[in-house]
């Protein structure tokens, strides 16, 4: 049986979030040492020289470190403080035409050297089973650089005492404003990651994400209810600047029921927000259902765009490598080869990108060694392109990668991930007010929810965290019991207005699940609020024994 | 990596424990040297092996508690872990809800080590990987596979007088068969401790089955249906629901298991007469560890479900303490009674309805009733006056197993399957349900 290591980071009974739990906990003293970009060079030569002594064609040797801090917190107390750390190197080569992969957390010369020759050996007896080469697309090496994160506060010079008392006081914030129980958490993330192969690069990076997800519960015993409201920040590629609460970060949702946030979030007022949002929601009305025109905020739309956008357009999933867990998709070759693929209304653009100042997807280059970039997946409504890595590029007629190779530690070999997936801002001003004012009957819909979507990514349902009723160009009651149900290719062509840039900001997922043995990834969508006519809603209220 | 025996991790533990004087010491051990083949287009992917340690001390002071990891275990490495989780500790924030470590236990071994299992090699990934591909290509099928073994020791010891140490193995093979024109899908799923208990053979020719058999499939009007669920349909739902019966949640008002004006529902009649659920860690089919590596309680046969009633709830050590329970050790693994009938003779049983081989991407729409969503994938099926008719498209469901176990018309034979994202070892039996409920049509084959 399959077992892999979780943290349980949620006393919430089915609500329960499990996390994966990588490397072994350190001092955090220790996280800000890192390691000699001189012993990484030298590491990595071994590697890339018993490697090619052993027959290899192409090499590379990623030499990761990977920090991470975790608080977790329910009402007033602070559960768990854990730091992590996993140290290692992982040798991907490329031999007889075959890929080889074999990691060690031994980073002494003769372990790394052994690890290189056994990823040798392994794609020796793979080139046996494989009909065709494996096909790289050309890159140049970049020779010595590094990148880093810009952020302005590292998370981990900030006291634990500090962090703790800021969830706490969030949890209080969240109980005053009507919650029966709070329970909010924080991860951060440190990731060391250096980068060298045969073509001549030698790439030290140093990345830096955060993320802050908050769950306020209201419960009223007399009637046997409860429910949710979850955070709405965003899981970001900052440092600790993030928690800044800067007024100029904030802004008003469309009939002014929610303060959103940009640049920074403000932890303890989403909280209060929450706990007072928790409490209405025992007594909104439960929506009826049938087709309503959706008007979805940034903060819902990112999961649709993620799952129905995102996924579909991943090319090793296109080609059938993920059959077995993660799905295939519709969003086939030959619809991308008729360039008349209407993936969306004429107002749908879709971009690819790994270089959005703050966004997760953000690095100086991919775990191949590939400068990131931005390219269109969806232009004007057309599937234009995909997501690829080096060896897919010629499949779909690039020269160069695109530059989505990414591995989650350095103990599992790289493969195609997604980059940020976003929707393009609208070209005519209009904000979320000004939207609403032109729906006769709709929903309008905050947050993200729960969320399902078939193996080739056509039938969808999500939910979200907050509801309400538009009503003849007006904001009306709050609603409970809201999902929808579409299509991936009618929903898309369905939208009919995006609000201009003034309104477009990220959000993500810190948590996206692929490959086997499953990986984690983490990525960006952004978007601007955008409006979907005549979607199928349906109502989620049950009853049971 | 070797692994280590029960007398040199007892030594370990005793040298860690002897390093501190803080209130209490935890210890936790583990190693494991996991192996695995990926194979898709009908050819392999990759290949890998993995080896991985860890040493984890916790140690408290008073309510404070801290806990650091190593995965080297030289004395001075075993001294610097300690110091660690020591530091931690005295900068932690006091726990109000700490409750001190359990007193010795007695842990009667469970039989999850297989030699077999164990002397699993690269060949033998090889060759479990060809025999689909080659029964694929020769139905000019195309594969997709996964195949992992583990072989692994767990060791957990504290200052009050525990100690337990046991070898497990396991494995899982996973194998999905696509027609070329993508028109039909099969899929396979098989777990074991013990690999004499798996034939890829027989596993991959379920799946070609499958693939053939769903070719062309037709559209069916979403709505209630008669369905037969095969145990991968089931699995997860059970086992989401199954996670949800926790003590402290119901006893708070927010859970399915919450009583109106306060309480839980422990006790009550929620399923059909037929639901016998129980946890048994010695069960020879879904053998776990003997203990909870969280209480450190050691785990007992006990029904959760007995007779359509809720028979048990989890209570952490704080909880149980705070309400005057007897914790037990979490379970591990879920048993569901079942009968002998085949899948066969529950299909040759019903007049009009849906075999369903599987359900995937399974959500939580609403805790309150545990209402999921999910599609059913790779083999669906109208059975008409008690035979297979033709495939029909695939559905996505909104149901709540509670009302799904309270809808059984008849069980069949109980069978090993490991939940998809659901973390327990399972004995699932097939089940007709009546008026299971399809919300949608989806065009994903």
Redesign the interface.
Request: hydrophobic share 35%; proline share 2%.
């Given at each position: 049986?399959?077992?892999?290591t979780?943290l349980n980071i949620s006393?919430?009974?089915?609500?329960?979030m499990?996390i994966p739990v990588f490397g072994?906990?350190?001092?955090a003293e220790e996280l800000l040492n890192p390691l000699a970009a001189k012993f990484k060079k030298t590491l990595a030569d071994t590697a890339l020289n018993a490697a090619t002594g052993a027959g290899a064609s192409y090499c590379d040797v990623r030499i990761g470190r990977y920090l991470n801090q975790f608080i977790t917190t329910r009402d007033l107390?602070?559960?768990n403080?854990?730091?992590?750390e996993s140290a290692g190197v992982g040798v991907r080569v490329i031999c007889n035409g075959a890929?080889?992969?074999?990691?060690t957390?031994d980073m002494s010369p003769d372990s790394v050297a052994n690890a290189a020759r056994?990823a040798v050996a392994?794609a020796k007896?793979?080139a046996k089973?494989?009909?065709e080469p494996v096909r790289m697309a050309p890159a140049s090496g970049v020779g010595e650089v590094s990148w880093a994160t810009p952020i302005k506060k590292d998370w981990r010079t900030v006291p634990?005492?500090e962090k703790?008392e800021l969830l706490i006081a969030a949890n209080k914030a969240g109980m005053e404003g009507g919650a029966?129980?709070m329970q909010s958490l924080m991860f951060q993330v440190n990731q060391q990651k250096y980068f060298a192969s045969t073509d001549g690069s030698y790439i030290d990076q140093d990345i830096h994400r955060m993320w802050m997800p908050m769950f306020a519960?209201a419960?009223?015993?007399?009637?046997?209810?409860?429910?949710?409201r979850q955070g709405l920040s965003a899981p970001v590629g900052m440092g600790y600047e993030y928690l800044d609460a800067r007024a100029e970060h904030k802004v008003q949702a469309a009939g002014g029921v929610a303060t959103l946030y940009t640049g920074s979030y403000d932890l303890i007022e989403d909280a209060r927000a929450a706990g007072r949002q928790a409490k209405q929601k025992l007594t909104a009305k439960s929506v009826a259902p049938g087709k309503y025109d959706l008007v979805l905020s940034p903060e819902h739309l990112w999961l649709t765009i993620h799952e129905s956008v995102g996924h579909p357009t991943e090319l090793d999933r296109v080609?059938?490598?993920?059959?077995?867990?993660a799905?295939?998709s519709?969003a086939t070759l030959d619809k991308w080869q008729s360039k008349k693929f209407k993936y969306g209304s004429e107002r749908v653009n879709i971009v690819a990108d790994k270089v959005t100042p703050g966004s997760l997807g953000a690095v100086g280059y991919d775990d191949e060694g590939i400068k990131c970039k931005q390219w269109d997946i969806i232009k004007d409504g057309i599937l234009v392109n995909y997501q690829a890595t080096r060896d897919q590029a010629h499949i779909i007629g690039e020269k160069e990668s695109q530059g989505c190779s990414y591995a989650d530690s350095w103990?599992n070999?790289q493969f195609q991930r997604m980059p940020n997936i976003s929707l393009s801002a609208g070209k005519h001003k209009l904000t979320p007010d000004q939207m609403v004012k032109d729906v006769k009957k709709g929903i309008y819909i905050v947050g993200d929810g729960?969320?399902?979507?078939?193996?080739?990514?056509?039938?969808f349902?999500f939910?979200g965290q907050l509801f309400y009723e538009i009503h003849n160009g007006k904001i009306g009651a709050q609603l409970e019991?809201v999902?929808y149900?579409s299509?991936t290719q009618e929903f898309w062509n369905a939208c009919s207005a995006i609000c201009d840039e003034s309104d477009w900001r990220m959000n993500g997922s810190f948590f996206d699940g692929k490959g086997?043995?499953a990986q984690v990834s983490i990525v960006s969508h952004g978007a601007s609020t955008a409006r979907f006519n005549g979607i199928?809603v349906?109502n989620?209220?049950?009853?049971?024994? | 990596m070797k692994i280590l025996s029960q007398e040199e991790t007892r030594r370990i533990c005793d040298r860690v424990m002897a390093l501190t004087k803080a209130d209490q010491c935890i210890v936790k051990l583990n190693g494991n040297r996991t192996g695995n083949i990926r194979y898709a287009r009908n050819n392999v992917s990759t290949a890998g092996l993995l080896e991985d340690t860890q040493l984890s001390v916790s140690v408290a002071y008073g309510k404070r508690q801290g806990t650091a990891t190593i995965n080297e275990f030289d004395d001075k490495s075993l001294e610097k872990v300690v110091r660690r989780a020591e530091d931690l500790a005295r900068l932690a924030p006091e726990n109000p809800e700490f409750v001190p470590a359990v007193g010795k236990q007695i842990y009667k071994p469970s039989e999850t080590y297989s030699k077999k299992t164990a002397a699993i090699d690269p060949e033998f990934r090889a060759q479990t990987a060809a025999y689909s591909i080659e029964a694929s290509r020769k139905s000019k099928l195309v594969c997709a596979g996964f195949f992992t073994d583990s072989t692994s020791y767990a060791t957990i010891a504290n200052s009050n007088g525990v100690f337990g140490h046991q070898e497990e193995t396991s494995l899982d093979f996973t194998c999905t068969v696509r027609t070329e024109d993508g028109r039909g899908s099969g899929w396979v799923k098989r777990s074991a401790t013990d690999v004499s208990r798996f034939d890829a053979r027989e596993a991959s020719a379920v799946a070609i089955e499958k693939a053939l058999r769903s070719v062309d499939a037709k559209a069916l009007e979403p709505g209630r249906y008669t369905v037969i669920l095969e145990p991968a349909a089931t699995s997860d739902l059970i086992g989401f629901m199954l996670s949800g019966f926790n003590a402290r949640g119901a006893d708070e008002g927010r859970s399915f298991l919450s009583k109106k004006g306060g309480g839980n529902r422990l006790g009550e009649k929620l399923f059909d007469q037929q639901v016998n659920i129980w946890a048994d860690p010695w069960n020879l089919d879904v053998p776990v560890l003997p203990w909870d590596d969280n209480t450190m309680l050691p785990r007992e046969r006990t029904a959760l479900i007995k007779d359509g009633r809720v028979a048990a709830l989890d209570y952490s050590l704080y909880w149980a303490r705070k309400q005057g329970v007897r914790p037990i050790g979490g379970h591990g693994n879920m048993i569901m009674a079942g009968t002998s009938k085949s899948t066969a003779e529950l299909i040759a049983n019903t007049k009009k309805g849906v075999l369903v081989t599987r359900t995937w991407y399974i959500r939580l729409v609403d805790p309150q009733s545990v209402l999921l969503t999910g599609l059913t994938r790779d083999g669906t099926f109208y059975i008409e006056n008690g035979k297979i008719k033709h495939p029909i498209k695939n559905f996505r469901f909104n149901e709540s197993p509670v009302s799904m176990l309270n809808n059984i018309e008849e069980i069949g034979k109980p069978q090993v399957i490991a939940g998809d994202e659901v973390q327990y070892s399972m004995l699932i039996p097939p089940m007709k349900v009546r008026d299971f409920n399809f919300t949608s049509l989806s065009d994903a084959v």
């Open positions: 049986m399959e077992r892999r979780f006393g919430l009974a089915l609500g329960t499990l072994r906990a350190v001092a107390n602070v559960e403080v854990t730091n992590t890929y080889g992969f074999a990691a957390s056994q392994i007896a793979n089973l494989q009909p634990i005492k703790a029966s129980f519960t419960v009223d015993k007399a009637t046997n209810k409860f429910r949710s080609l059938g490598y993920e059959a077995n867990y799905g295939t519709f103990s070999v729960s969320f399902s979507i078939d193996q080739q990514r056509y039938n349902q939910g019991d999902a149900q299509n086997q043995p199928n349906i989620t209220a049950r009853k049971i024994g | -």
